[in-house]
């Protein structure tokens, strides 16, 4: 099994944005991606992980099905001629690949934003949906479960994850640090660009529950607003909104600052408030301080800010590929003696089925108390039987040769002709 496991990956590395977006799969897209793809024959172990990045999906089987994985995703998306975008995607076909692919994607290795907080949860919400589909097998599982235990090393014993590390992530750290002072804290965001919308959608789940959105076109901002359950107000109130506002992050691109100290020192204003300028040139007047309880971070503050812990990420990268590679052997060593599981079963079964046999001999002219007695002797006996060709098997795994070990071993007990059927307990 371990030998069979694939992958179909499309990532922002080698992929514009506009067909990452035609090709980008919501909860309801993966799950039924799953469900089409559960009908092919021999495919079994499926995972679809989709995210702004990345679209992915994951196979156990012993043939390439890599173009209907494609194909479906065209039909899915109605892409008519998917077959165009073909040179977008990447194919493993080797298992070991596919397995260190999935676990640098899931430690936000293969990020934009290397360590990226938020890859982790995503790879857990595919993982249920595979649960929930019931496309999950026994590797599956296992597999994701090491990458979550080895997720929680990395979080544990290294720098990797620590800090904000792109400018929305620490302007929106920068954002709660300045709101755990304030009681309900009002947020504006000010333009809906790349950055602004960023910040948006990373501020989504956080504890600030009154943010409102504001663009030019209204359009956008609503649609923003709609993703991540925020509120929203026309362009022409923006200066009213900016005074009720504790915190402002404005991304507005002007050639000259849209919020200035003349406009807010005709203003009567009561409490602190917190400007974030992300915009280049500036749209916030940064002598704005000069007013009493004003604060102005721009975008140098907080590139400082990410440059910081990315820095402390790229030095924890060794540390963390050191665990990754000590997860995967030993998932390898798992993995390896799951392929001789069947052959230990059909040796038991074997053993088992004679042992039955011989004790319907003679257990008809036996007491209750001497069968008891033989069942535990010969149960004892079986154990101490099995467990030399057992260990031979798993030694046998770790070396790399089992398979003529097995091929012994069906010749030496003729499992071949083993009943598929249980023995009676």
Known sequence: ?????????????????????????????CKALLR?????????????????????????????????????LGVLKNIPHIQNYTEYFTLLNN??????????????????????????????NAYQWAADIGTAGPFLHRLLHTIFFTNKRVVQET???????????????????????IRDPKVLVLGVGEIGTDVSRSLEGSFINDI??????????EKLAAECGAKVIPFENVRQAILEADIVISSVALNEPFITKDSLSQQDLHSFKYFIDLAVPRSVEPVIEDLAGMVVYNIDDINNKASKALERRLQAIPDVKAIVNEAIAEFGEWSKEMEVSPTIKKIKM?????????????????????????????????????????LQLKAACKRGDAESLIDVLNDLFDLEKQPTQKIRK
């Not at 990226?116 to 949860?121: A, G, K, L, W, Y």
């Not at 720098?159 to 002072?181: H, K, M, P, Q, W």
């Open 1 to 29: 099994m371990y030998n069979n496991f694939k992958s179909v990956t499309l990532s922002y590395k080698n992929t514009p944005i506009n067909i990452r977006e035609a090709l980008s799969l919501n909860e309801n897209d």
């Open 36 to 72: 089409e793809l559960r009908e092919l024959e021999d495919m079994t172990d499926m995972l679809v992980l989709s995210t702004c990045n990345r679209t992915e999906v994951y196979y156990t089987s012993s043939q390439d099905y890599s173009a209907e994985v494609i194909q479906q």
């Open 95 to 124: 298992s070991q690949e596919a397995v260190h692919h999935l676990f640098s994607v899931a430690m936000g290795l293969e990020s934009q934003v290397v360590g990226d907080m938020q890859i982790s949860n995503q790879v857990k």
């Open 159 to 181: 720098n990797f994850r620590s800090g904000a590390a792109s400018t929305s992530y620490a302007s929106v750290e920068l954002i709660e640090d300045l709101a755990n002072d």
């Open 212 to 221: 409102t959105i504001c663009n030019r076109t209204l359009a956008k901002a």
């Open 350 to 390: 074997s053993l088992e089925q004679i042992r039955q046999e011989e004790l319907e001999r003679y257990m008809k002219d036996l007491t209750q108390n001497e069968s008891d007695k033989l069942e535990k002797i010969t149960k004892s006996l079986m154990q101490k039987i099995i467990k030399l060709p057992v």
